[in-house]
């Protein structure tokens, strides 16, 4: 089965500093991978997806993320914080070979940006 | 612009009252989804279908049911409204996409529901 998990639930970083939100999944199949953000009080944008080839994605906003079989992980990564990155950031896992596949959330992640 | 319609952002209603909300997409996407978000619980399933008058149970279906007479719309019934049904609803489509899904969902706005 699969199964996503976000290192930390809140993370605050300065304005202008390395954001780097961790994310672990578990699948027996190879993965489809997401990183979605919810500002508040609306839904989920999708930011970037990782499905196959080049395993360096680069999503909206700056953001990017890196596939790593080998750990199986999938960091997402902006290399200077603004104060408009803060939000709810969730990783996400495509379940299975299935033409009706569902996605499996994390927990989510609060960015919060100091001045 | 594609669009995923939560019918209202906003909605209080009574303890026993019969609760809908309505989705609609305009993508002609044959997957549809149905998520209630809680804080310190993050998304979980309610329903989901695949197609036309098609529907399956999520993770947390009790106290819910949903409809869908055509591809655009996907209602979320809440048959009698409870307090413990507080919380953040949200719609969700994807195409249908052969093995996995490499698309990915588009959400709606979502609608925070009180329930009173």
């Known amino acids: 089965a699969q199964s996503v998990t976000q290192l930390g639930s809140h993370v605050s970083v300065s304005e202008g500093a390395l954001v780097l939100l961790r994310c672990n999944y578990s699948s027996s199949v190879p993965p489809y991978l997401f990183w979605y953000v919810q500002y508040p009080n609306q839904g989920l944008q999708l930011l970037l997806k990782?499905?196959?080839?080049?395993?360096l994605v680069k999503g909206i906003n700056g953001f990017e993320a890196e596939f790593k079989k080998s750990e199986t992980s999938f960091h997402l990564t902006k290399p200077s914080a603004h104060m408009s990155d803060a939000a709810e950031y969730f990783c996400?896992?495509?379940?299975?070979?299935?033409?009706?596949?569902?996605?499996?959330f994390g927990s989510g992640t609060r960015l919060s940006i100091r001045p | 612009d594609v669009k995923v319609t939560q019918s209202s952002r906003y909605l209080v209603k009574r303890t026993g009252e019969k609760v809908f909300l309505e989705c609609v997409q305009d993508?002609?996407?044959?997957?549809m989804f149905w998520y209630r978000q809680d804080p310190g619980l993050g998304l979980r399933l309610i329903y989901f279908?695949?197609?036309?008058?098609?529907?399956e149970k999520g993770d947390i279906p009790e106290g819910y049911s949903v409809s869908r007479e055509k591809k655009e719309r996907f209602s979320l019934i809440l048959e009698s409204a409870s307090t413990n049904q507080t919380s953040m609803y949200l719609c969700?489509?994807?195409?249908?996409?052969?093995?996995?899904?490499?698309?990915?969902?588009?959400f709606g706005s979502g609608t925070r529901l009180t329930v009173v």
């Open positions: 993508m002609d996407h044959e997957n």
């Open positions: 996400a896992v495509s379940a299975g070979y299935s033409s009706a596949s569902k996605i499996i």
């Open positions: 969700a489509s994807s195409p249908r996409t052969g093995m996995g899904n490499t698309y990915g969902y588009t």
């Open positions: 990782y499905t196959t080839g080049a395993t």
């Open positions: 279908s695949y197609d036309v008058k098609m529907k």
